[in-house]
């Protein structure tokens, strides 16, 4: 019986949004995503001391960052602009 209750309270291993944050409107303003801390210009190289994690989700969501890392820059981005993957990198 302790182990069932262990297991139950640990939860999942996928985080995804509970209904009250979608009901109220949380699904994006609480979740983080990636921005670029300096101006990139076109171009440069994405490193990942470039990206910090803030919120709100606009842009590349923070698990996903793996497609910022070594990417190119089509155009120039501004320190924290949401970074739009299909027209930036």
Do not use: M, W
């Not at 019986?1 to 939860?11: A, E, R, S």
């Not at 979740?31 to 842009?59: K, M, Q, S, W």
Request: hydrophobic share 40%; proline share 6%.
């Amino acid at each position: 019986d302790d182990l069932k209750q262990i297991t139950v309270l640990l939860g999942k291993h996928v985080k995804v949004p509970q209904p009250s944050e979608i009901s109220e409107g949380h699904e994006l303003s609480f979740r983080r995503a990636a921005y670029l801390c300096r101006d990139i210009g076109e171009g440069e190289i994405i490193h990942a001391e470039d990206i910090v994690y803030l919120r709100p989700l606009h842009g590349v969501d923070a698990r996903d960052t793996d497609c910022l890392i070594g990417a190119v820059a089509r155009r120039p981005i501004s320190a924290f602009q949401a970074i739009n993957p299909d027209k930036d990198i």
